[in-house]
């Protein structure tokens, strides 16, 4: 049995709220600059020129690359031989969104009910999804999903006969009608099977793979690698202003469904694409 104090959660979920939101990942800042040398306007490359002088002033003075610092959503791994001291994992995983949001100057975006609208003051609740597994394991991958690109996001229940030419019909359909709202060049996380709400949850997960890292099965990671394609053809481009980069990346995850269902859920992320891997 392995003993972990709930304040060592809290530090570190409270540190990666911070960090993510002040230094960007560097492959998709390697993919800024990949993508620059190969665009064909000079708008374009002023675009993705501004977004790697953005990152840059982000991380040299400390401010949010983003006005909209996101709502968090976290997935937990967490081993059955993992036993918590000092509190409940949940509280801790809370109240280190609440430290980080605080003490990093972060905007707080959540509000308490979605109808009424009164404004949390201090980011939480989080969203927390459990994964519970053998042994001695606890990671937490969490991220902060700004919803300029969360409202672009898009579910579709389609017929079994619909195949591979219906859902890449609807990426590209969902992804025609975002246009500029979620910040171009995008990265496209997408979830087929399962019922509606897995689709949505694994969807979620796709983005918290590493840029451009493909599925493990071949003809899913050839899927990605099609819709990557199609959608950079679609023209739309940096920040929405045409040109040859429309998405960075296309990472799909699935599920087993019923013999009469395929669901496919779309959910998009933004260029900032924050997210970071705790392992304790």
Request: hydrophobic share 40%.
């Amino acid at each position: 049995m392995r003993t972990i104090n709930v304040n060592d959660v809290k530090a570190a979920v409270s540190h990666a709220c911070i960090e993510m939101n002040y230094e960007i990942d560097p492959k998709v800042l390697a993919a800024f600059k990949r993508q620059r040398s190969l665009e064909n306007s000079k708008l374009s490359v002023n675009i993705l020129s501004d977004l790697i002088e953005n990152a840059a002033i982000a991380e040299t003075y400390k401010a949010p690359l983003c006005q909209d610092t996101g709502m968090i959503v976290a997935f937990v791994r967490l081993g059955q031989d993992v036993h918590f001291e000092g509190g409940s994992i949940e509280n801790a995983i809370q109240e280190g969104i609440r430290i980080g949001y605080a003490s990093g100057y972060l905007r707080k975006s959540v509000v308490e009910d979605p109808l009424i609208r009164l404004n949390t003051g201090d980011n939480t609740p989080g969203v927390i999804y459990y994964e519970m597994t053998e042994g001695e394991c606890f990671e937490i991958e969490i991220a902060a999903k700004g919803f300029g690109s969360e409202n672009m996001s898009k579910s579709m229940m389609l017929k079994p006969s619909d195949g591979e030419e219906g859902v890449v019909a609807f990426v590209l359909e969902t992804v025609t009608k975002a246009g500029p709202n979620p910040c171009p060049p995008i990265i496209v996380g997408i979830g087929i099977g399962g019922t509606l709400d897995k689709a949505a949850q694994i969807s979620k997960k796709a983005l918290f793979r590493n840029l451009g890292e493909p599925h493990t099965a071949k003809h899913i990671a050839d899927l990605e690698q099609l819709l990557l394609k199609r959608i950079n053809e679609l023209g739309i481009g940096p920040q929405g202003l045409g040109g040859l980069t429309t998405a960075l990346a296309v990472h799909i995850e699935v599920f087993p469904t019923h013999i009469a269902g395929l669901p496919v859920v779309v959910n998009i992320n933004c260029h900032a694409s924050r997210h970071q891997k705790i392992v304790l």
